[in-house]
């Protein structure tokens, strides 16, 4: 959107302080200002064109598009625009550095992005875009920390750790010449429950007869430093301590390493921290346990090196540990036993440029480690920013290795960088409004994991340049009563009106009210503006192609009738509630088309000949005709059986019309072909086309088209007849004797499969009564034995 205020146009977002010269303006712009719209205004000059604005329109109104502006004759030329700009305020090189080379570099000599300072002039709505560079440089210093769980279930990692010092600063030598090494401990808080508190144990925490140191939170055993001998020295005389519980206060050791950089000894250089443990860790709430309820303040607080706060201060979160370690620009490694591999991955997952390794049971692949972690680091880049003014975006894009181009999230990252490519970023800022002071603010970019960042100064057009040559007391503004500022009045204190004729003490309100009332009515303005001096200023609508107008703001370009949901059914404008339709529409909602070529049936008639074209739709007169040109008749008799008898007279001789051919059939054309593939077809013709086919009485088949075509009726017919052949008796005769024979043999058949069931169940019956039959087994009661015993009765035994 633009705002035209007078001759000179200007371009900017629109907010309060953006109408200050607009007089009583002020109120409504105001409110748009409220509804958070973003718009872009264009000034223009007054004198030259003192009517630009229609009546009862504020100088609001000016704000539209140039399009906008010039169908109301304001000329490109009185159109002021300005547009965003980019400046380079500092662009060195990227360093071209082999660690070969005999020189030697300072690391804030070293340059790994450009440019470094920009300076962006934002208008609202237009994002300016601009290229970073980004390149590993050769050879760069390396700081890497390690710090180690020294709870008893590290004694064995300890001993394998005391010549890391030389070890490592061999190993790194492949990658820099230029590597410092640190070391520091941790074991617990000393309070309980995370340590014993007895005096015994407060002296050696270990049981049986390990010796053992006095248990500590965090100490820094060995600046960063160079020689490698020296950390072997220290290292060699650390003892293990001991603790209660498992989760060990590791968080507390690396927020004392991200915030102390002084004690640290940290450069401005690729910072690396080494995170040693085979346990878990305490976080922000754990510290309730032991009464430490205050948040970690994220503070040094090193004293001899050691931590003395452990016992105030609680345990740090992980979101206050990504902050510190992000803005100290420290890159963690990880190195920890199989066991609590799930938990660190997780933990990795939150903390940008970080890694995670396995570390063995003993401590003795921490080298490989920490070289592998490093390589892996090292070849991804990603790009964040500081936290960005209200109203400002950015977005991002990738150049990579290989062309590969990422947008959105992956527009942040380049990955599988190695030493001395470059990878660069399409970075895009844009302001949709200015911020309320108005002042210029900065941001910066960098690479998460480097020092090196890049200050971009963000500078708004949020004045038009008309605003800085006002006029004050100026006679455009009744009699010097106000400032001439961009083609408007700004009034002085106490003075109303678009040209400051008006003084609030010298007028009433009723009096000027009434000036605002159509007809002597209650309504001001037609509630549709604001009275100001006795004049109507009609109110500005959120859509800004909505607009009320007239000397009451009782018309607008938007309460027409709607058709399609479109205002005035997209073919008319709107003009004080009423359709201006365009040429050939007409009705309330310009919804009527007076074009009659959507009723043209295929014959060429408006509606078939059968109804009346109305706003471009066919209304048909005859109830059995439809569609949308009245040529569909779903109850009309068919055109063929309609036609069918004329065609049978006058192609054959023969049918209902035989007799009366002559008189009936007069008006056909009739045009004989050998065969039905000579038949037209409806795709070849450019008018309706009927396909036929129709039986005489003896049942002969015949084929015909009908169409009309010059109002004459065309009748294509197949000049022989399809008649059915006769029956071939003998076929018949043998189907039905052997159909005969076939039924017989299957009668016969089943009358013998049932009664072998009948016998077999009646043989089974016999056996089964068989078996239960019972014998008499008594004797004949008609045999009489031949010999009759007679027992002699005087015998006595004797």
Known sequence: ????????????????????????????????????????????????????????????????????????????????????????????????????????????????????????????????????????????????????????????????????????????????????????????????????????????????????????????????????DEFNRLVSQQQISGNLDSPEGGFDAIMQVAVCEDQIGWRNVTRLLVFSTDAGFHFAGDGKLGGIVLPNDGKCHLEDNMYTMSHYYDYPSIAHLVQKLSDHNIQTIFAVTEEFQPVYKELKNLIPKSAVGTLSSNSSNVIKLIIDAYNSLSSEVILENSRLPEGVSITYKSICKNGVVGTGENG????????????????????????????????????????????????????????????????????????????????????????????????????????????????????????????????????????????????????????????????????CKVCICDANYTGSACDCSLDTSTCLAKNGQICNGRGDCECGVCKCT??????????????????????????????????????????????????????????????????????????DANDCWFYFTYAIRNNTKEVYVVETLECPAGPDIIPIVAGVVAGIVLIGLALLLIWKLLMIIHDRREFAKFEKEKMNAKWDTGENPIYKSAVTTVVNPKYEGK
């Open 1 to 228: 959107m633009w705002l035209a205020i007078g001759g000179l146009i200007v371009e900017r977002p629109f907010h309060k302080y953006c109408v200050t010269g607009l007089i009583s303006a002020v109120l409504k712009v105001s409110n748009m200002a409220k509804s958070q719209r973003s718009l872009n205004i264009i000034h223009s000059v007054l004198f030259p064109t003192q009517n630009f604005l229609n009546q009862g329109q504020s100088k609001s109104a000016r704000c539209d598009d140039i399009e906008s502006l010039k169908s109301k004759n304001c000329t490109e030329a009185k159109i002021e625009s300005p547009h965003g700009s980019i400046k380079i305020d500092k662009n060195k090189s990227v360093t071209n550095r082999k660690k070969d080379v005999a020189e030697k570099l300072k690391p804030e000599q070293i340059t790994q992005i450009q440019p470094q300072k920009l300076t962006l002039t934002l208008r609202s709505g237009e994002p300016q875009t601009f290229s970073l560079k980004f390149k590993r440089a050769e050879d760069y210093p390396i700081d890497l920390y390690y710090l180690m769980d020294l709870s008893f279930s590290m004694k064995d990692d300890l001993e394998n750790v005391k010549n890391l010092g030389t070890d490592l600063m061999r190993e790194m030598q492949e990658i820099t010449s230029d590597f410092r090494i640190g070391f520091g401990s941790f074991v617990e808080k000393t309070v309980m429950p995370y340590i014993s508190t007895t005096p015994a144990r407060l002296i050696n925490p270990c049981t049986g007869n390990q010796n053992c140191t006095s248990p500590f939170s965090y100490k820094n055993v060995l600046k960063l430093t160079d020689k490698g």
């Open 622 to 695: 005859k109830p059995k005709f439809q569609g949308p040109t009245c040529e569909i008749c779903p109850t009309c008799p068919g055109v063929c059986t309609e036609h069918k008898d004329c065609v049978q007279c006058l192609a054959f001789e023969a049918g209902e019309k035989k007799d009366t051919c002559k008189q009936n059939c007069s008006d056909y054309l009739l045009i004989k072909v050998k065969d039905r593939d000579k038949l037209p077809q409806p795709t070849d013709q450019s008018f309706p086309l009927s396909h036929c086919k129709e039986r």
């Open 412 to 575: 942040r990252k380049c990955s599988n960088i190695s030493i001395g490519d470059e990878v660069s970023f399409e970075i895009s800022v844009e302001a949709q409004k200015c911020p309320s002071h108005g002042k210029p603010e900065t941001i910066k970019i960098k690479p998460l994991g480097f020092t090196e960042e890049v200050e971009i100064v963000l500078k708004f057009i949020c004045e038009c340049e008309c605003s800085k040559g006002g006029e004050a007391n100026s006679e455009k503004c009744h009699e010097g009563n106000g400032t001439f500022e961009c083609g408007a009045c700004k009034c002085n204190e106490g003075r109303i009106g678009h040209l400051c004729e008006c003084s609030k003490d010298d007028v009433r309100t009723e009096d000027l009210d009434a000036n605002c009332r159509k007809d002597n009515g209650t309504d001001i303005c037609s509630n549709n503006g604001d009275c100001v001096c006795g004049t109507c200023e009609c109110k500005k609508r959120d859509n800004p192609n909505e607009i009320y107008s007239g000397k009451f703001c009782e018309c607008d370009n938007f309460s027409c009738d709607r058709s399609n949901n479109q205002l005035c059914g997209g073919h008319g404008r709107c003009e």
